[in-house]
């Protein structure tokens, strides 16, 4: 087993960087966050062990937000990119409230769909807000501790959306029974929003409008204080901002942490990625599974297999970039979304790439859905530009695309899917790959496993 030295906080900045993107907000909302409230826990005096704990709040607050993006797709027929960054905007009054539904729900839908699925939210909008809320929150709290996370820090994301009055969801907790590090990190959400949105003087205006009803008054306060100084505003437009905010960990003390610890953080972010979209639960994992089977067959070491197995879960990071409209869409992509489904493959790289205990994985992330001759995206690579393992987690992706189901087409059989992906061979996918992922099926005889699952199943229905 190996023990590296890594920086948790580069990690996991650089993974902020994906949550921005699945909450439609301009990229470095995460680390902004995070740069404003540990100003505000200095300004309150909160000692260092807090301070680490805010900090990291702070970055992972959002790590929930993909698994209410498909939800907020179907009942608001909206792109939901576009939606969760224009409801930042929205101060929850009456007002507000109507107007962004009126002008957000089902847009691009027909005027009796449209009409329904106003009427709908009209009616049953509280209910709604509640559900929505809660699985992003309860969701983001059980990851946060899957990646060894203090209850501390996932509490603070478990209550990001309460309110100082008891106006918030999911549970309508108020004043000091929501925990410091929510209250300062929904503070500081709302002062980057709308500081990127319209300038520091509409951040320091939204703050005291909403004083005593969403925020602690002591927090605006002491936010008051900062915003007062030139120097804090200057730094947060900085371009060295991120690098700012990594070398102000409070504590600076790099982890020591073993290549299990990676593994956790891998696999608590695929949940991220997979929640997503109904169609892509647990593809991370089972791509994991299918690239670790195709890697034993060929012989690949431990330290390898673990390298792949970890590409695997991360590979499609960069989806968390791309609206739900396309992503499960039931009918055949128009060029303008089959361009921003592309782009996933640029995100997942682009991701990755940023974080060194990761950054081997970048190339796999940016370069699975190339083919071998040349007609894949995102750069048109050809066979001797696509390395081994690239190719060996693309044929376990594919795999796994054609045996789950899909908004478009069922799952296939095991058999079909061999078919397919032999039909491509030497030009789509590596033949190698192929027959090794054949021999692993055939030796674990997954086929009869899963018809003999399919028929339980339907003894069950008929019973």
Known sequence: MRTIQIRLAEIIEALSKALDLTEGQPPGHCIRTCYIGTHIGREMGMPDDQLQELYYTLLL???????????????????????????????????????????????????????????????????????????????????????????????GVLSLDEHWNGGGKPVGISGEEIPLYSRIALLSQVADIFQMSAGREAAIAEIGKRADTWFDPSLCTAFARIAGRDDFWETLASDQLETIVLESEPGQQAI??????????????????????????????????????????????????????????????????????????????????????????????????????????????GAHHERLDGKGYPRGLTAEEIPMEVRIVSTADVFDALTADRPYRAAMPISKALAILWEGAGESHDPICIEALQRALASADLERLRDEDTAETDDRVAA
């Open 256 to 365: 020591m942490a073993d290549d299990d610890y990676l593994d956790d953080i891998a696999a608590a972010f695929a949940r991220v990625i997979d929640a997503k979209s109904p169609y892509t639960s647990g593809h991370s994992d089972r791509v994991a599974l299918f690239t670790d089977l195709i890697a034993e067959e060929m012989g690949i070491d431990e330290d390898g297999r673990r390298l792949l197995r970890r590409a695997a879960l991360l590979h499609d990071i960069g989806k968390l970039g791309v609206s739900n409209s396309v992503l499960d869409k039931p009918a055949k992509l128009d060029d303008i979304e089959w361009g921003a489904m592309k782009r996933h493959a640029e995100f997942s790289e682009m991701i990755l790439s940023h974080i060194g205990a990761f950054a081997d994985l970048a190339r796999i992330g």
């Open 61 to 155: 607050k959002d790590l929930g937000c993909s698994s209410n993006a498909a939800r907020i797709c179907e009942l608001y027929m909206a792109d939901d990119l576009s939606f969760k960054r224009d409801f930042k905007l929205v101060d929850g009054s009456l007002g507000q409230v109507l107007r962004f539904v009126l002008g957000h729900t089902g847009m691009q839908a027909g005027l009796a769909e449209r009409f329904r699925g106003i009427v709908n939210i009209l009616q049953n909008g509280g209910k709604i807000a509640t559900d929505l809320i809660q699985t992003r929150c309860q969701r983001g709290a059980e990851i946060a501790r899957q990646m060894r996370f203090s209850d501390g820090v996932a509490d």
